[in-house]
């Protein structure tokens, strides 16, 4: 299943080495002015290769609109963006094409399937998260015009929240052939009240779905979130007053439904599993080893994946809002 | 949007004081041996009203199945299931029908959809669990035939985490018109390796998006979960070796893949927002006072949440493996 | 699959002798007026045993509002209704429960499922379409305030396209031990332009589904249907001037999008498969045999179809509307 | 929406003067040889320019497999298809971007969308259908390993049934600059009993909406289709005997699913409304005029929605066995 959202559906496709990533939009409706141009800076965002802390594949990222704009705006139409690759090199991939590599979806891969692109990964490698971009941009552009945004920030790499200290913790484990983790927060704001579904879709439920998707996610809290199951009702509940909500421990969602108040969402993301460091697994027949894992690896995925998550928040809430727009009596 | 699940579709309905509650479940296969005697154990659990811990209201909660039973098994029909509401007090409502209650989504229905069933919490009641039970009742049935079991439990009151203070925790809050909250762990086993899609209904997205859809859940995380931002790589990874899987960091996941290794999935339930304590708040025209909630609630969702989560989990299990059964080839 | 519709989604469930038939409306906005009155004048069009050209089966057909209604109007929550079965003579059906009815689902049922409920032809009893009348009449009533209606009448009987003689013709075949068709048109007045998908869900082809998904339904064609394959272009196009359209051919729909004009449905109906004359047949253990059909069955569908069909245009339209609201800039 | 399928989802996208048209197939099985040579026989069947016949616009219409193919098979992962454009005349539309065109979509698309993209029909040209020849190779591709073909015929052209009239109708429509349609049958042969869903997702509605969807299709019928309208019950019904059917009125399909018999499908095209003679319409600011449409338009569209006809079938029949696939207990 590679669609994502019921009224703003996004369809992705590509592998990691294959000939192009993208995806399908359908649903966007008519009248939002975008190009590539809306692209660039977001592609720039998660682009590797920048500093010594991310991975030295330099990807141009080239984005094309193949559908959907005439005239310099949206028709309604699908909207079909694609990026080609063009710098694989996927015999890097040769040497351990036949081990499952710890961490990595190798193993469910050939469990699910019995068949695995093993180009660097394939579907399931970072790269990925290029559709999700693209996707994300066309959702940002259209929110613009209702005065939504998203803004995400690291709170923590491996353990640590200063700042500061963000990239020195990354160099350390890139020392030690190893890789570190971290803790995103994205913020909504200008949402209005009344987004998303009061029992299954739940606004946090589909923004938790759309995080948990990103890849090396392993938990998402919403608002207070796992603090929250430590408090007393009367320090969680928001009250309200005349001027609205006096806090915002619920992180903007009550009932699964937006109350208007900033959207906080937080998750947590592994450390990469692809390091130099050794470590044990088996091959396809099932022989033990040691893989070492070379290659153009982020030691720490964490700061290119904030604008993939605010992509993905992005969706959600474009997505919410065209639902809402549904049953909104004339 | 009230369906979950696109293979094991179940859609459901009801008000918390309604004529009834129920859900159809779409799409299990056929020749599952079914009756409401396999939903009693489990809607008992989440019953309210067995202990002064709960909630006084002491609902029968008798399912009836409607449709899609032939002889005592499944036959690939619909199976509609229904609970009938008997113990109506809607009357405790009216005093505050016009206030929005803290923590609650009387603020958020009435923006969302400018009118509110305003008995009992009408959809957004924790009475709406009463369908996901019948359904997950349903999915466990079909799953115990393929040998894979839900067993959850509470880890945490108000941050306490000794098993055997949780009674005191939650009577203390209650004696204090408080409430508290918790943490529960819902374990999977026997699952096959191979369910999820790769990109956006992961296993863990999926399992997120079913927790999270439960009121009153703020984060949710899988394997190691927040605790993995803090690690490095070479100890996040769970190495293999001939007899399989070294350790169990991913919780059964990977590249949002099952891996055959138990599912682990831990969620933080906020405290109940209704009490009796005091709190701010203002009415529908906006002007501001104190609201005190009186009425049948539970100072703690928690130990009525565990068998909620289950279900969920049990039904996205069961839709996972339909998807998978799809795509294998002959 | 027991859906249809994707933003006015209406999920059906029960069989011909099961404990009730039903339908989850998700999706009806709120605000709409609605009460089981409504839905009294629809049922009464499909109920069986008013006349001696239908079948004597004499059901009462009471439909009850489960959920989704508050003080008279939709609130936006899932509107759940059900009829439940009080006449039920299943040992009609003992003495045929081994064999395939010709023309009827019996031996497709069996392959699809290896089970089958026998009693009266389970879920493919023409008493499925309960469901979508209560379906049909909430959209009915929905759009209703919109302006739109939605009215059907036979065209032909066996052939025989004179009114007067329908009654002649049902009765004539029912002496005989046999059964007739016919041919039924459905107009849409007062629909909006705008409505309808165009490529895959285009207006005529979800009206075609809808329609085709009615037991019996052999064809359907929309505007000239069938004829404009024998014009010329010129003939068939349907000019425009400065007070709309001049013509309408296309019967109310172009590129897939409704056009203003009303849109008109025809549909061909097969004779009623089960007959009293005797017929060859098989039994479920491969048996050669002869067959008649003996119990409660119209010896022709077609005047109980017409409201049925009235119902899923009603559906396929709100359906449609609402997914025009969501991409509505505002 | 531009998705069909529920399984074997294909989603479309593109233009007729864009960059590219396209689509991605999502949910086809692992391990199916699949390569640009297996669609080249298909577009090449849909190509216009071949005869003076057909529309003198001679696209070479190369396909571009974009992503989901590893050494020659599929992995599981979608399968995004493109053509690009390279022989776009957008100019030849300059003169009547502002006219309504008698039988097109030019005015729903404006009523809709409030915006159209005017170069030569933009989505809604029949170039649209590339997209769904790429989809339908893959899907036969798929089936060809079940044994299930699919094969087209024209019955008739502008109410001619004798195939040697066939170019002569056609000719002799254009010397008139007027247009010809006719009619089709497709046949589905090696089709499995039990495909299809027994009340909304009928096999034949969801063959009557695959074909419907089709630009210039106006009805469908299915096995003896509107005839079966005119007979009785005992002529109509398939009797059984112990090697199976004895005769094939119902054209495949009882009770909405598959009986292993011949799949028969008959509709009928309407005349190309693009057509030099002279016609009255408006434009977009309602003054009257007459419009004349030159360029690269077809007489006749009828040979060339054959092979588009097989290709929506195929796709229907693919999504409906990965459906039984589903719920097949093991």
């Known amino acids: 299943m590679n669609t994502f959202g019921r009224y703003f559906r996004c369809t992705s496709f590509g592998e990691s080495h294959g000939c192009a990533l993208g995806v399908i939009v359908d649903g966007c409706p008519p009248g939002v002015f975008f190009s590539e141009e809306d692209l660039l800076p977001l592609l720039e965002r998660r682009r590797p290769g920048l500093s010594p802390l991310s991975s030295p594949r ?3 990222d080239k ?3 193949l559908s959907g704009i005439f005239e310099g705006k949206t028709t309604g139409m699908p909207v079909a963006m694609a990026v080609f690759n063009t710098n694989q090199k996927s015999g890097d991939y040769d040497s351990i094409k036949n081990l499952f590599r710890p961490g990595h979806a190798d193993y469910t891969f050939q469990a699910k399937y019995g068949i695995r692109d093993s180009r660097g990964g394939g579907r399931s490698s970072g790269r990925e998260t290029v559709s999700r971009v693209l996707a994300g941009g066309l959702a940002m552009k259209y929110l613009s015009g209702s005065g939504i945004s998203f803004k995400g920030k690291i709170l923590e790499i491996h353990g640590n929240n200063n700042p500061e200290q963000f990239e020195e913790e990354i ?6 052939d190893n890789s570190v983790g971290g803790i995103v927060e994205i913020t ?3 949402c209005p009240p009344g987004l998303g579904s009061p ?3 739940k606004m946090d439920a589909v923004l938790a779905s759309a995080i948990m998707s990103i890849g090396a996610v392993k938990g998402v809290e919403i608002g207070d979130g796992f603090l929250s199951a430590k408090k007393y009702g009367s320090e969680n509940n928001d009250c309200m007053g005349k001027d609205g909500f006096l806090s915002n421990h619920a992180g903007g969602i009550l ?3 937006t109350n208007g108040e900033e959207i906080i969402i937080r998750f947590a993301v592994k450390p990469t599993p692809s390091i130099k460091k050794e470590q044990k697994t088996v091959s396809l027949t099932g022989e033990e080893t040691l893989i070492s894992t070379h290659g153009r690896h982020d030691p720490c995925i964490v700061p290119r994946i904030v604008v993939v998550a605010e992509c993905m928040a992005a969706i959600s809430i474009a997505d919410a809002l065209l639902a809402q727009n549904a049953i909104k009596m004339q």
Chains 1, 2, 3, 4 share one sequence.
């Open 188 to 190: 909504i704001s200008g």
């Open 58 to 60: 330099n990807e141009p």
């Open 171 to 176: 160099l350390s484990a890139k020392n030690n």
């Open 199 to 201: 029992v299954f879709e």
């Open 255 to 257: 009932g699964g439904i």
């Open 63 to 65: 984005p094309v609109i």
